[in-house]
């Protein structure tokens, strides 16, 4: 008994039953309690904890259903053995996620095409210290707590203004979760919907989002594309109850979904019970053509789950993103995930909520976009230029990247080696594939936001010697 002694905070917004599983919990995975160890009895432990019955049967019942304690009838409760546990047969281990490293570069590389780099050149570093600043000497921070497992509640105000008059997508700000980035929102979202079901997914796609899904046991089951987007008739075959969609910008192939394929989808949601994963990433710049909407704001029966990110429009390492719920789902996250914290840092958050509110982020967005777009214009017509009828754009309408499949026996692996011999990296496809003998051939991904316009001249010139002679390589 002298090992049981948890620390419950009556003060902590966080029931009293969770920090009791949590307590709990921590000292198996610790190993400070052993398998075989009895748990002192619900009557015996709600008196010497001085809680109620139901504290400790909640806490029970939660430890019971994840496996870490079984009940013997008659006997009690005992702490299982992990071990065994995980090496039995009939444990179902998780599908094979790939690994993620960085790429290592045998070479020197000096133009990156990564797609993921923002030009952090014209990011306005001034005013956001100012910002932070301000953050850090006002009370917010010491009168913080409780603090709102949803996030900052300014701060979800000032998204939901942004995303209504930008993008279409009705929210109330009580609707919204906020998060360390599309990952852990897509995480929480798992144990909101639940494992249980399969979730279709556009093949190739964001392997990191499949990866995430299938770490929690979901079944993830590839669609193939076509011109409009995902594949409706497989969809439909797919028995799926959840689809995770790129609409705007399909990642990576660069495919923008037509209007009677966003419909089908809803229609589809909507008959099937199922729900519809928005992942809008990097919607904020396009250059050609009218804004889309999204697919949230033409769902009229509640089945979209929108997810967008700070990473592109601002900067990755702010590590904020965010998710908006449909009534249904909020109610289960309400009911049942609302005492998880708060992934995001509050620090950043108040910080962010100044900057959108004091109009700066309206600004770094219409520079950005000016910016980006005249990268864009000049990788095209270098492309054009250097690389002619060589290759083939794909994907070029929006976003921050694009793919180049080059017409010469070059693979993928021989265009990216080939690449760094001249100091650039560019990047395989193959990848985002689930099966990856099945990507576009010779095909690699471009991304251009974080160049200077002399960076792209000149790495384009350094494909296009990389690429077009046909001398060997070793
Ligand atoms: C399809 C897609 N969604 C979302 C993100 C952003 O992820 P995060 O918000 O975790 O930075 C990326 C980043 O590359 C992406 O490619």
């Known amino acids: ?38 748990l002192p009895s619900k009557r015996k432990w709600s008196r010497h904890l001085q809680v109620s019955l139901n504290t400790v049967d909640n806490a029970y ?59 952090l050149k014209h990011f306005p570093f001034q005013q956001w210290r100012k910002y932070f600043s301000q953050v850090c000497m006002s009370d917010a921070l010491i009168h913080h707590y409780p603090e709102d497992p949803q996030g900052e509640w300014e701060l979800r105000e000032e998204i939901a203004h942004y995303l209504y008059a930008s993008r279409g997508v009705s929210a109330s700000p009580d609707q919204i979760i906020l998060g360390a980035g599309t990952l ?25 989002a499949r990866a995430t899904l299938q770490s929690h ?18 969809l439909q075959k797919s028995r799926a109850k959840a689809v995770y969609v790129t609409p705007s910008h399909q990642f990576p192939l660069g495919t923008i979904m037509s209007f009677s394929r966003r419909m089908q989808l ?20 396009r250059y050609h053509g009218r804004p889309i909407p999204s697919l949230q704001g033409l769902d009229h029966w509640e089945r979209v789950i929108y997810i967008g990110t700070f990473s592109k429009s601002l900067l990755p390492g702010i590590r904020i993103g965010y998710m908006v719920l449909p009534p249904v789902l909020l109610e289960r996250y309400r009911n049942h995930f609302s005492w998880e914290k708060q992934t995001a840092s509050p620090l950043h958050q108040q910080t ?3 900057f959108m509110k004091e109009g700066e982020w309206e600004r770094h967005l219409h520079r950005m976009r000016t910016l980006y777009r005249k990268k864009h214009q000049v990788l095209i017509k270098e492309i054009e230029r250097q690389l002619g009828e060589a290759v083939q754009i794909i994907g070029a309408r929006t976003g921050l990247h694009i793919l180049l499949r080059v017409h010469q026996r070059w693979e993928e692996t021989e265009l990216v080696q080939r690449s760094q011999k001249e100091g650039v990296a560019v990047y395989p496809i193959s990848v985002y594939y689930t099966c990856p003998d099945k990507a576009l051939p010779s095909t690699v991904m471009l991304g251009f936001g974080g160049l200077t316009l002399h960076q792209i001249r000149e790495g384009i010139g350094r494909l296009a010697k990389a690429w077009l002679s046909s001398t060997s390589i070793e």
């Open 217 to 234: 046991g979901v079944s993830v089951q590839p669609i193939p594309l076509d011109q409009e987007g995902i594949q409706f008739t497989a």
């Open 61 to 119: 019942q939660q430890l019971i259903a994840e496996g870490l304690v079984e009940s013997k009838p008659r006997k009690g409760l005992f702490v299982v053995s992990l071990e065994t546990d995980l090496l039995s047969s009939d444990f179902e281990t998780p599908k094979p996620t790939p690994t993620w490293t960085q790429p290592v570069f045998s070479q020197q590389i000096d133009i990156n095409f990564h797609q993921g780099n923002p030009d």
């Open 352 to 354: 962010l909520q100044r």
């Open 184 to 208: 852990p929102l897509i995480s929480l979202l798992c144990r909101i919907i639940g494992t249980e079901h399969a979730f279709a997914m556009e093949d190739p796609g964001f392997t990191r």
């Open 1 to 38: 008994m002298s090992l049981l002694i948890p620390h419950l905070d009556e003060s902590n917004p966080t029931p009293l039953y969770i920090q009791l599983y949590q307590y709990v919990k921590h000292e198996i995975i610790n190993g400070r309690l052993s398998p075989g160890y009895r």
């Open 266 to 285: 809803l229609k589809w949601a909507r008959d099937n019970h199922a729900f519809i994963v928005e992942d809008d990433y990097d919607s904020e710049f």
